[in-house]
């Protein structure tokens, strides 16, 4: 049986198979999926736990051992194999295809795995999986499911968002699961007494800070190198996330690349102003940075900005905030 994410609670609020593979590489939703599994097991009886990663050589031994033990205690396992690192080889595959066609009754076999490619996916062993057991594939969310995960999730810590608020939250977030659940427990411990509305999010996503992320994206594209280093600086002390201050920055610069393409086809800024209902105080810098930066140098900040994400998912080396203050640099020498 082949399900999604969001068919993996209701599938085990009325069965409980003998066979689960998680698979793919979004860590909250991945970890979700196994939590409620391990819940559902223990509430069933299967008191005992055991988690076991392969190792080079001695893989299949281990593994066949452990599938055919039986509990000291007589008791109901859970028995998790953590594959994210790697990938089943001849061996193993075998031992878990000729498991898959007859798995012990007292027992609940797990497997945590990385990305299933189209390969692996014909695998025998796999397929053992689908017919008798449960394969659920986890993909990222889309965009536009992401406000409805968030007041799914919010729901579950008992808040009530208003739906903007939640449409604020996806857009600062861009993806980052983790960070809009970090907020979401953030709102939870200030136990709000009204549902969460933008005003709440804004605080709490530029952490109360004396400077706001929108401060300083204001300040960058008006050209004010020294303020916005300052900025910068501050929102680093006050413990804002990277990944926050490059949503701003990507955010900002996407807009700025549709409001050039829109000025190089005909439209003059009142239009573009009254049209966008962009604020007074906010157009004088767009209209500045407009007039020194063109699409094209919009796409090449993303892309650097890119890069630095990078940096702050841990995806490459580096210090995050000292490439932030290059990215500035290099943004305030057109100016």
């Known amino acids: 049986m082949k399900l999604t994410y969001f068919q993996l609670e209701a599938h085990l609020a009325k069965h409980l198979a003998s066979l689960y593979l998680i698979s793919g590489d979004e860590l909250l939703l991945k970890q979700d999926a196994i939590q409620w599994i391990r819940k559902t097991a223990k509430n069933a009886g299967y008191s005992e736990r055991i988690r076991l990663s392969p190792e080079t050589g001695a893989e299949g031994e281990r593994l066949y051992s452990m599938l055919y033990s039986t509990s000291l205690l007589a008791e109901k396992r859970l028995l998790e194999l953590d594959f994210r690192e790697s990938t089943p080889n001849k061996i193993t595959g075998k031992i878990l295809q000729e498991y898959a066609e007859k798995p012990l009754s007292d027992t609940i ?20 999986f689908e017919k008798s057991g449960v394969v659920v594939t986890i993909w990222p969310i889309p965009h536009e499911q992401l406000p ?43 136990k709000p007494e009204k549902p969460v509305d933008i005003q709440l999010i804004q605080t709490i996503l530029t952490n109360e800070s004396r400077f706001t992320i929108f401060d300083f994206i204001d300040s960058l594209i008006a050209g004010e190198k020294s303020r916005t280093l300052h900025i910068l600086n501050n929102l680093k002390e006050d413990g804002t996330e990277p990944v926050l201050i490059l949503w701003g920055i990507t955010r900002e610069l996407r807009l700025l690349a549709d409001y050039a393409k829109q000025i190089q086809q005909g439209c003059t800024y009142e239009q573009l102003f009254q049209k966008l209902r962009i604020y007074s105080r906010r157009q004088m810098p767009i209209r500045n940075f407009l007039s020194k930066f063109t699409v094209a140098d919009c796409y090449r900040l993303l892309t650097h900005a890119a890069e630095i994400d990078k940096i702050a998912k841990g995806a490459v080396l580096g210090n995050v905030f000292e490439c932030l203050q290059l990215f500035c640099l290099r943004t305030s020498d057109k100016y």
């Open 109 to 128: 076999l797990l497997m945590d795995i990385g990305k299933v490619d189209a390969k692996l996916a014909k695998s025998t062993w796999i397929k053992a």
């Open 148 to 190: 409805q995960w968030i007041l799914k999730r919010a729901h579950k810590y008992k808040l009530q968002f208003n739906p903007d608020a939640a449409h604020l939250l996806a857009d600062y977030v861009e993806g980052n699961l983790m960070a809009a659940a970090q907020t979401i427990e953030k709102l939870y411990l200030l």
